[in-house]
C-alpha cells in the first residue's frame, strides 16, 4: 500500500496560495505575534537560546501545571520523546512490544527502530484505541511492554491496559500525541501508565512549531531522560551513557508559552465546530462520527468519520469529491502501520487485526481547526452530504 504523498504535497501547495476556496485539513494555532516577541525578547539579552534555559523550565512548570503531571520532560518532537522514553525505560533488549497499527507512522517506527518487534493487537471498533480483550494472547516470555495510543484523542481503556500490565509485569507507554488536554472524571490524559507522549508539533492541538513532551511520576525518570537528550551527560558532567541529543530550544518553549495560554479557547473553538459538524452529519445513516462520552472533556482534535457502506467505496468517493472542491480531507490512518512497504512483508494486517483493517478502509478525517468557520463546515457537509445521498 502506498502512502498518499501527492495528496499532502496538494495540501501543503494550496496553503500557501491562501486561495479563499481552500480548507486544509488542519491550520495551526498561533498566538498573537506581539505576546511571541514579547516572549522571546529577553534571548537577545542572555543569548541563552537552548539547554534547559529560562524558557524551556517555564514551560515544563506550566505544562506540569496544566497537565496535572509531576514531571513534564521537553524534546525535540514527539518521536524523540517516544523513542527517549523506549530506552530510559531501560526494557529487556529486542523484547516485543504489543501495540496498534491503527497510528501514525511514529508509533511503530519508534518501536522498531530500538530495536524491539511490534506486536500488532486489534482495536475497539467504537472508539479505535487498542482492544484490552485482545492484548493477553499476544503475551510471550519476550512481552515487555504495551504500547497504545489515544487515537483521536479517545482515551484508551487504561484500567483494563494497565491491570493486564501489572499482572505480567509490563511497562506502558502511552502515544498520547492526540490527546493534548483530555480529561476523564476530571484526570488529565497524562498520569497513565509509565509515561505518556505527548506531540507539540504544527499541526496538533497544542504547538510549540515542533515539540514534544513525556509525562510521568517516576522521580528517577527524570533524571534519565535529561541525561538520554543531552548526549547521556549527567549533572556532574561525567558523560555516563551514549545518549542522543533531543533538546527543546527556547524559541520553541516560547512558542509554547504561548499557545498554552490560549489553548483552551482554542479547544473551545474546536468544539463549536465539532458541534456544527454534529448538527450536519449526526444523524446521517452510514455515517459513523466519533462518540465522546459524557465523562469526558475532549480536545476535539479530529474530525474522524467512518462510512459504513460494505463495498468501502464511498470514503473515496468523497475524499474526491472534497478535493475537487478545494476541500483536503485526509485518510487519516489509512494504511494501517503494519501495512506500510517497510512491514508488510512481516506482518498480514488484514488478518491480524481485521477490525483495525476494516476501519482504514472506510475512515476519512474531515478538516478542523479553531479558526474553522461555520460557512466553511457548511459546505464541506454539503458535498459529504451530496456523496452520502447519491
Ligand atoms: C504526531 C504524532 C506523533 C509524532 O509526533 P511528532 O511531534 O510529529 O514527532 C506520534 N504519534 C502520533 C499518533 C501522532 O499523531
Redesign the pocket.
Known amino acids: 500500500m502506498i502512502y498518499d504523498f501527492a495528496a499532502e504535497r496538494i495540501v501543503h501547495a494550496t496553503m500557501s496560495e491562501k486561495s479563499s476556496r481552500t480548507i486544509a485539513v488542519t491550520r495551526s494555532s498561533m498566538a498573537p505575534l506581539d505576546e511571541y516577541v514579547a516572549e522571546i525578547t529577553p534571548l537577545w539579552e542572555s543569548r541563552w537560546l537552548t539547554n534547559r534555559g529560562e524558557k524551556h523550565r517555564q514551560l515544563e512548570a506550566d505544562l506540569q501545571e496544566y497537565l496535572q503531571s509531576p514531571h513534564v520532560s521537553l524534546f525535540t518532537?514527539?518521536?524523540?520523546?517516544?523513542e527517549c522514553a523506549l530506552e530510559a525505560l531501560e526494557l529487556l533488549a529486542g523484547g516485543e512490544i504489543i501495540t496498534t497499527p491503527f497510528?501514525?507512522a511514529?508509533?511503530t517506527h519508534a518501536i522498531t527502530r530500538k530495536g524491539f518487534k511490534p506486536v500488532f493487537a486489534d482495536i475497539k471498533s467504537t472508539d479505535y484505541t487498542l482492544d484490552p480483550e485482545k492484548i493477553e494472547a499476544l503475551i510471550t516470555p519476550n512481552t515487555v511492554a504495551i504500547m497504545p495510543?489515544h487515537?483521536y484523542g479517545s482515551l484508551c481503556d487504561t484500567d483494563a491496559v494497565e491491570a493486564i500490565a501489572k499482572k505480567h509485569g509490563l511497562k506502558v507507554i502511552y502515544?498520547a500525541?492526540?490527546a493534548f488536554g483530555v480529561k476523564r472524571d476530571g484526570v488529565s490524559a497524562a498520569t497513565f501508565g509509565d509515561a505518556s507522549?505527548f506531540?507539540?508539533?504544527a499541526?496538533?492541538v497544542f504547538n510549540t512549531i515542533?515539540?514534544?513532551g513525556l509525562t510521568f511520576t517516576d522521580d528517577d525518570l527524570a533524571t534519565r531522560l535529561d541525561e538520554w537528550k543531552n548526549f547521556g551527560i549527567a549533572a556532574d558532567g561525567q558523560t555516563v551513557f551514549a545518549g542522543g541529543n533531543g533538546k527543546m530550544n527556547e524559541f520553541c518553549a516560547a512558542m509554547g508559552i504561548c499557545n498554552l495560554r490560549h489553548n483552551d479557547e482554542e479547544i473551545a473553538k474546536r468544539k463549536h465546530a465539532h458541534e456544527r459538524y454534529v448538527e450536519h452529519l449526526g444523524n446521517i445513516e452510514g455515517l459513523k462520527l466519533l462518540e465522546i462520552p459524557d465523562n469526558v472533556e475532549h480536545n476535539y482534535a479530529y474530525f474522524p468519520v467512518v462510512f459504513e457502506d460494505a463495498s468501502h467505496t464511498t470514503r473515496d468517493e468523497v475524499a474526491a469529491a472534497l478535493a475537487d472542491e478545494d476541500i483536503f480531507a485526509r485518510k487519516y490512518f489509512y494504511p494501517l502501520t503494519s501495512d506500510f512497504a517497510c512491514y508488510a512483508d512481516t506482518y498480514d494486517a488484514q488478518h491480524d487485526t481485521p477490525i483495525a483493517y476494516d476501519i482504514a478502509e472506510r475512515v476519512l478525517t474531515l478538516p478542523l481547526y479553531a479558526d474553522l468557520t461555520d460557512d466553511d463546515i457548511d459546505r464541506i457537509c454539503n458535498v459529504v452530504l451530496s456523496c452520502v445521498n447519491k
Open positions: 518532537n514527539g518521536h524523540a520523546a517516544l497510528t501514525f511514529s508509533t495510543v487515537v502515544d500525541a492526540h507522549m506531540s507539540f508539533h499541526t496538533k515542533e515539540g514534544g
